[in-house]
């Protein structure tokens, strides 16, 4: 009876760790934000319909683009942290569409070389209106 006794310890040992441990199938990145016109699209060309009546979409950077295959590809996105303290609303997600390509969309970003630029709209989801933030570090996943 005894020598079974560690191999138990050992088991629940495992079980209880399990409990303490957050797996995240999400990936990291940055996010900017930038403005209209919108169209043209690499995706999708001067179809209007090729945005969410949400207006919550966006263009990929080459981490994503994934040679244009991200066109249409939807995104959960959250505001993670800012340089600028209190840009986040945290707690929130939105769910993005991809539109375009980052490199080459109509109008500048407000900060090149991020993961995802988002809409506008997208971006004033995630983050606080009297933020002057220009970029953001956000967590994404495909959905």
């Keep these: 009876m005894l020598r079974t006794q560690p191999f138990f310890i050992a088991?629940?040992?495992i079980l209880s760790l399990q409990l303490f441990t957050y797996i995240s199938y999400a990936d990291v990145?940055?996010?900017a934000w930038y403005t209209p016109p919108y169209i043209p699209t690499t995706c999708y060309g001067d179809d209007q319909t090729q945005f969410p009546s949400s207006?919550?979409?966006g263009?990929?950077?080459d981490g994503i683009w994934?040679?244009?295959?991200s066109c249409g590809r939807q995104y959960l996105v959250r505001c993670i942290s800012a340089t600028e303290?209190?840009?986040?609303?945290?707690?929130?997600?939105?769910?993005?569409?991809?539109?375009?390509?980052?490199l080459q969309s109509a109008s500048t970003p407000?900060?090149?070389g991020t993961t995802i630029l988002l809409s506008q709209t997208a971006f004033a989801a995630i983050t606080?209106?009297?933020?002057?933030?220009?970029?953001?570090?956000i967590e994404f996943q495909q959905v």
């Design 85 to 102: 303290p209190n840009t986040c609303l945290l707690g929130l997600t939105i769910q993005i569409k991809i539109v375009e390509y980052a």
């Design 66 to 69: 994934d040679n244009g295959a």
């Design 128 to 137: 606080n209106s009297s933020s002057t933030a220009n970029s953001i570090n």
């Design 59 to 61: 263009a990929a950077g």
């Design 11 to 13: 088991i629940l040992l």
């Design 110 to 112: 407000s900060s090149s």
């Design 29 to 31: 990145g940055t996010a």
């Design 55 to 57: 207006n919550l979409f």
